[in-house]
T-cell receptor
Framework: AQKVTQAQTEISVVEKEDVTLDCVYE???????LFWYKQPPSGELVFLIR??????QNEISGRYSWNFQKSTSSFNFTITASQVVDSAVYFC??????????????FGQGTRLTINP | DAGVIQSPRHEVTEMGQEVTLRCKPI?????LFWYRQTMMRGLELLIY????????DSGMPEDRFSAKMPNASFSTLKIQPSEPRDSAVYFC????????????FGPGTRLTVL
């Protein structure tokens, strides 16, 4: 069965610090997608990134970067120079096999990130 | 472009009442998903549709829950009768048909059953 573990329930840092959110997943599938979503205090789920299991290149988008390591089944998310607006709950998610086409998602429990001014 | 639209945003009802949650997916999207978020169970998939057809409802918790998609632009999730343990945030999400397309979520409906 698929499973996503976000071991960090809550993280609190001071603004401008770098912070890494961990995500470890379990799957027997060889093709899948990994995602990160952000849930700000307003409650909506905002898509951040999708990564294909074939593509282990790290990705950087502004202050955000993602490190995908298939060998350790991890897909970690780093925010550089954090800002108060980054405060949110962040979810890592794993899809069913790509070939099945549906993209059913299994979510981790989320990490609540608080950036203090 | 309008995103996924859900209504109502908040619903408070009494145990035993029927509750209907509504979703309008992004135009042109072939897949529609219903998720539920609770403190105890986190985010979990309830059911999804492809081209208006229910494909997998294995996540629907009980027969009290039912979902329909009468056309490409509208879906409902109904709970009858509602119970306090159904209190949660219900999200609708949609995506296009290609395997590389991303799932986009609506703002959610916060349901409280008293």
């Amino acid at each position: 069965a698929q499973k996503v573990t976000q071991a960090q329930t809550e993280i609190s840092v001071v603004e401008k610090e770098d912070v890494t959110l961990d995500c470890v997943y379990e799957t027997r599938d060889t093709t899948y997608y990994l995602f990160w979503y952000k849930q700000p205090p307003s409650g909506e789920l905002v898509f951040l990134i999708r990564r294909n299991s074939f593509d282990e290149q790290n990705e950087i988008s502004g202050r955000y970067s993602w490190n995908f390591q298939k060998s350790t089944s991890s897909f970690n998310f780093t925010i550089t120079a954090s800002q108060v607006v980054d405060s949110a709950v962040y979810f890592c998610a794993l899809s069913d096999p790509i070939i099945q086409g549906a993209q059913k998602l299994v979510f981790g429990q989320g990490t609540r990130l608080t950036i203090n001014p | 472009d309008a995103g996924v639209i859900q209504s109502p945003r908040h619903e408070v009802t009494e145990m035993g009442q029927e509750v209907t949650l509504r979703c309008k997916p992004i135009s042109g999207h072939d897949y529609l998903f219903w998720y539920r978020q609770t403190m105890m169970r986190g985010l979990e998939l309830l059911i999804y549709f492809n081209n208006n057809v229910p494909i997998d409802d294995s996540g629907m918790p009980e027969d009290r829950f039912s979902a329909k998609m009468p056309n490409a632009s509208f879906s409902t999730l109904k709970i009858q009768p509602s119970e306090p343990r159904d209190s949660a945030v219900y999200f609708c999400a949609s995506r296009e048909g290609g395997s590389t397309d991303t799932q986009y979520f609506g703002p959610g409906t916060r349901l409280t059953v008293l």
